[in-house]
């Protein structure tokens, strides 16, 4: 079966800090990955989703990047943080075929900037 | 075109009655169509999907209703319990679709009460 990670779970982080976040997923290949942000009481915000190494495509621009250096691992990161990217970050993953088009989130990681 | 109309943005329901969330959508290419439970703090975690080609699925308590000429699909929660209580997304997507992308709607807050 299919398991995805997220960590960290929770991270207080100064404005103007650079930002890590990592999501890796077990049990399948070639899955299509996404990173999502929710705002408090919000819906799903999708920043960049991935069908391969290296393939990032963003749908928001803004100081956020990602990238994926491998198959099954998918990193968002910041160089400088606002407070506005304060948030619930989801990862997701879906099989890499066009007609599978679930996705199946991971357990998040909260991030507070102050 | 790609957006997910959903409502209500929130919900009061007293336990054993019936909890029913709406969503709208206008791409009539769109053919899958999921619906998403989260929990305060966790990821959305699938709940229930359905395809255009039916016009009611149901598992267990959770049943969705789709009418395809009003481009409207349903939620109905039976007997609503305490443990329901979470936040809903309905979503969308088109076979085939730009890496099996999905359009969330906005989500509904449904509180259980007992």
């Known amino acids: 079966s299919q398991t995805i990670h997220q960590w960290p779970a929770t991270l207080v982080q100064p404005v103007g800090s650079p930002l890590s976040l990592e999501c890796t997923v077990e049990g399948t290949s070639n899955p299509n990955l996404y990173w999502y942000r929710q705002a408090a009481g919000r819906g799903l915000q999708l920043l960049f989703y991935?069908?391969?190494?290296?393939?990032i495509s963003s749908e928001v621009p803004q100081n956020l990047s990602a990238s994926r250096p491998q198959d099954r691992q998918f990193i968002l990161s910041s160089k400088k943080l606002l407070l506005s990217d304060s948030g619930f970050y989801l990862c997701?993953?879906?099989?890499?075929?066009?007609?599978?088009?679930?996705?199946?989130f991971g357990p998040g990681t909260r991030l507070l900037v102050l | 075109q790609q957006q997910v109309k959903q409502s209500p943005q929130s919900l009061i329901v007293q336990k054993g009655g019936i909890s029913i969330i709406n969503c709208a959508y206008e791409n009539t290419a769109f053919d899958y169509f999921p619906w998403y439970q989260q929990f305060p703090g966790k990821g959305p975690a699938l709940l229930i999907a359905i395809r255009p080609d039916v016009s009611e699925k149901k598992e267990g308590r959770f049943t969705i209703s789709f009418n395809k000429s009003a481009k409207q699909f349903s939620l109905h929660i039976m007997d609503s319990q305490p443990g329901d209580s979470a936040t809903y997304f309905c979503?969308?997507?088109?076979?085939?679709?730009?890496?099996?992308?999905?359009?969330f709607g906005k989500g509904t807050k449904l509180s259980v009460k007992p």
């Open positions: 991935s069908v391969g190494i290296g393939q």
């Open positions: 979503a969308a997507s088109r076979y085939g679709g730009s890496q099996g992308n999905l359009i």
């Open positions: 997701a993953w879906s099989f890499g075929s066009p007609e599978q088009e679930t996705q199946y």
